[in-house]
């Protein structure tokens, strides 16, 4: 849904453990959704996507989940990496109509050695 | 894939003065632009939407005569902040689809604008 004005949330895990991180969305109508990498002072990096009418796409080591009815996507990372130290947004659009893309709150990601 | 290019990277402004950066995509054209904003440790802000030849469309909040954008080509975008603040100083970050989503979004790698 519509970003808010507060500091990231933060999920700290152990390197080769697996990572979840859990987004909620707002507008019922959204039927696109987008998982999103964004490292220090760079653009959004394309992570995986995934669109209403699945419920479950998987990418290299990386699941995302979409759960409409309670309206919550989560991105699973497997066997997380150093290089997986990021901040990760969901997004969310519609296919149709003005396709704006808009950015959930974000997690900050902090690999562990 | 789809490259879209962003100018400049970082820039450096006095209080008052106005701050040109643009977007352009390099392999495709652009139908429509996103602008956003993202302050330290926040979210990307959409700011507004742009389509070539026609005027933006403003999220609610921002002001359109003091955040310019025009979109004159299918590859170039450009988002002019006029009598810049400090408040102002942020990361800006463009969008670009090609007609659809079908094709994804290509996002440039932003603008980091401070304003003394």
């Known amino acids: 849904g519509e970003s808010v004005g507060l500091h990231l949330p933060t999920l700290s895990v152990q390197e080769g453990d697996n990572s979840i991180i859990n987004c909620a969305y707002s507008?019922?109508?959204?039927?696109?959704f987008i998982w999103y990498k964004q490292e220090s002072g760079k653009g959004p990096q394309f992570i995986i996507d995934?669109?209403?009418?699945?419920d479950k796409r998987q990418g290299q080591r990386v699941t995302v989940l979409l759960n409409k009815t309670v309206k919550h996507l989560s991105l699973q990372i497997a066997a997380t990496q150093p290089g997986d130290s990021a901040v990760y947004f969901c997004?969310?659009?519609?296919?149709?109509?003005?396709?704006?893309?808009?950015f959930g709150q974000g997690t900050r990601l902090t690999i562990n050695p | 894939g789809a490259v879209v290019s962003q100018h400049p990277s970082r820039v450096i402004c006095k209080s008052g003065t106005s701050v040109k950066i643009e977007c352009r995509s390099l392999?495709?054209?652009?139908?429509?632009m996103f602008w956003y904003r993202q302050f330290p440790k926040q979210s990307l802000m959409l700011m507004a939407t742009?389509?070539?030849?026609?005027?933006?469309?403003?999220e609610q909040g921002v002001e359109k005569d003091k955040f310019l954008i025009n979109h004159a080509s299918l590859t170039l975008s450009t988002l002019t902040v006029t009598s810049a603040h400090p408040e102002d100083s942020s990361f800006y970050i463009c969008?670009?689809?090609?007609?659809?989503?079908?094709?994804?979004?290509?996002f440039g790698s932003g603008t980091r604008l401070t304003v003394v």
């Open positions: 997004a969310e659009s519609q296919i149709q109509g003005a396709q704006k893309l808009v």
């Open positions: 392999d495709f054209q652009a139908t429509t």
């Open positions: 742009s389509n070539e030849g026609s005027k933006a469309t403003y």
């Open positions: 995934i669109r209403s009418n699945m």
């Open positions: 507008n019922s109508a959204s039927d696109y």
């Open positions: 969008s670009a689809i090609l007609g659809t989503i079908n094709y994804g979004y290509t």
